[in-house]
């Protein structure tokens, strides 16, 4: 069983930068994959990136490709989501997952594991 807490969230300007956290517990963080999806109103849920297991290879929806970055720490159990240029499309509740398959995978169906999320709102 892993539970995710995802924080950072907020109010931003177009242009600006969030970092978003997603802290895990459990002991095998490090066994599982890492994505991260957002929602929008009105919206399907929509994947945004993915990082394997061991940090070395990341997946980017192309939306956000140039902008957002993935990355892990295992030491901490802590998947980031950092968040360049910002654009008021990019607001949404932002989920991470975790996915017992290690590798990255853009699929929803992939995940075992969900957080609650977190609100990013973009102001033009």
């Known amino acids: 069983q892993v539970q995710l807490i995802e924080s950072g969230g907020g109010l931003v300007q177009a242009g600006g930068s969030l970092r978003l956290s997603c802290a895990a517990s459990?002991?095998?963080?490090?066994?599982?994959?890492m994505g991260w999806f957002r929602q929008a109103p009105g919206k399907e849920r929509e994947f945004v990136a993915s990082?394997?297991?061991?940090?070395?290879?990341?997946y980017y929806a192309d939306s956000v490709k140039g902008r957002f970055t993935i990355s892990r720490d295992n030491a901490k159990n802590t998947v980031y989501l950092q968040m360049n240029s910002l654009k008021p499309e990019d607001t949404a509740v932002y989920f991470c997952?975790?996915?017992?398959?290690?590798?990255?995978?853009?699929?929803?169906?992939?995940?075992?594991?969900w957080g609650q999320g977190t609100q990013v709102t973009v102001s033009s």
């Open positions: 997952a975790a996915s017992r398959l290690r590798t990255v995978s853009a699929r929803d169906y992939n995940y075992n594991y």
């Open positions: 459990g002991r095998d963080f490090s066994n599982y994959a």
């Open positions: 990082v394997t297991w061991n940090g070395v290879t990341t």
